[in-house]
């Protein structure tokens, strides 16, 4: 069983709290087991058998390194959309917050760590208690600050677009750069508000849509690309990087002599990498990235099974949908982002 302050309930019954039995978890009520190393697994498939989650399971996984490499190139990271919009002052808020009242966090699709790491960076907000939740294989491998897991932090695999099966509410849900990746993102929604206490706070980001020529490339490119085993995708998408490094090489800028609404493209000055980025064809390549990491980002782009974008009007309407009232919103190019709580 879990230790205080969260109690995982049985995904089935769902007033039945686990409870240990040898190196497992057990349901006192349907006797289902669940096993709880490396982290307690309430999913009834290996990770191989879903493909967003054979995906993730590779991206965030040891061997492929990517983890690594954004954990120890801090300047690297910065250019992600974690370190953007609206997520820096809330997780300062949450920080400040846990050093004087007891605030607890559900992560949802916590992906490699990286929200963990940043809400429990030195000094460690005492009051702070965390669960992140994901449904890739890699979760035993999130490298924790001393002893904070199984104290104030804990994981569990499971799949969002589920309530969560924990007995507890949360002060905050969070759910960065994720709800685009499960299959039906309002029903997803509707899940993460069961997770909140009154007056608690969901926070999203979501893709946004791109120009209509990116859109439509990507929707192609994204029907070839998604059936590939991850090797295969990998090895594809390592072309979008080079593609992206080699045109930057050119140091080319268009000029465009009038806005063309149609297209989504602005009259000016543009660099040719990024004028084919943003309206054809996402190449993403950065320096210090090189290709082995860019492709990373490709990859992450072209080959999870969904991901949906939103303009700003279907982000309110999913949102109305699923019972939601925004409470903050801003966007950049690439994503949404909102906060949220329920009516
Ligand atoms: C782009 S990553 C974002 C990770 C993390 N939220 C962050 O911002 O660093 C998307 C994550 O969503 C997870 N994911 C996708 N579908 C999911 C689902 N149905 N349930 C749980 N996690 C899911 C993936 O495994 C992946 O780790």
């Known amino acids: ?5 969260f109690s995982l309930v049985c995904p089935e019954h769902r007033q039945s709290v686990l409870s240990l039995s040898g190196d497992n978890l057990i349901c ?10 490396p982290v307690p697994d309430l999913l009834g498939y290996v990770p191989e058998e ?18 690594r490499f954004l954990e120890k190139n801090k300047k690297a990271e910065l250019v992600t959309m974690g370190k953007q919009l609206g997520w820096p002052k809330l997780f300062d808020n949450i920080r400040r917050q846990a050093e004087t009242q007891e605030v607890k966090v559900f992560d949802a699709a916590c992906g490699r760590g990286a929200i963990f790491l940043d809400l429990f960076r030195a000094p460690i907000p005492g009051r702070l208690y965390y669960l992140g939740a994901d449904i890739h294989g890699a979760l035993g491998d999130i490298q924790s600050p001393e002893r904070i897991l199984g104290e104030q932090a804990f ?6 677009s589920e309530p969560l099966p924990v007995a507890e509410k949360f002060d905050y849900v969070i759910c960065r750069a994720s709800v685009h990746h499960t299959p039906d993102p309002a029903r ?3 899940s993460l508000k069961e997770a909140l206490k009154p007056g608690g706070v969901l926070a999203i980001s979501v893709y946004t849509k791109k120009a209509p020529m990116r859109e439509a490339v990507d929707t192609a490119l994204r029907e070839m690309i998604v059936p590939l085993p991850s090797e295969e995708a990998y090895s594809v998408c390592r072309q979008l990087s080079v593609l992206g490094r080699d045109l930057q090489k050119t140091g080319a800028k268009i000029t465009i002599s009038e806005d063309l609404p149609f297209l989504g493209i602005s009259s000016g000055e543009h660099e040719l990498q990024s004028f084919i980025y943003e309206h054809l064809i996402k190449c993403w390549y950065n320096d210090q990235f090189g290709i082995e990491h860019s492709t990373a980002v490709n990859f992450d782009w072209y080959h999870p099974a969904y991901a949906y974008r939103f303009s700003e009007d279907e982000l309110y309407s999913l949102v109305e949908e699923a019972g939601l009232v925004v409470a903050g919103f801003e966007s950049n190019k690439y994503q949404h982002y909102a906060e949220l709580r329920a009516e």
């Open 155 to 160: 994981f569990v695999r499971w799949d969002i």
């Open 188 to 190: 997803t929604l509707r």
């Open 28 to 37: 006192p009520a349907c006797g289902r087991t669940f096993s709880r190393n």
């Open 50 to 67: 879903n493909p967003t989650a054979a995906h993730y399971t590779k991206q965030w996984g040891s061997p492929l390194g990517f983890n």
């Open 1 to 5: 069983m879990t230790p205080p302050p």
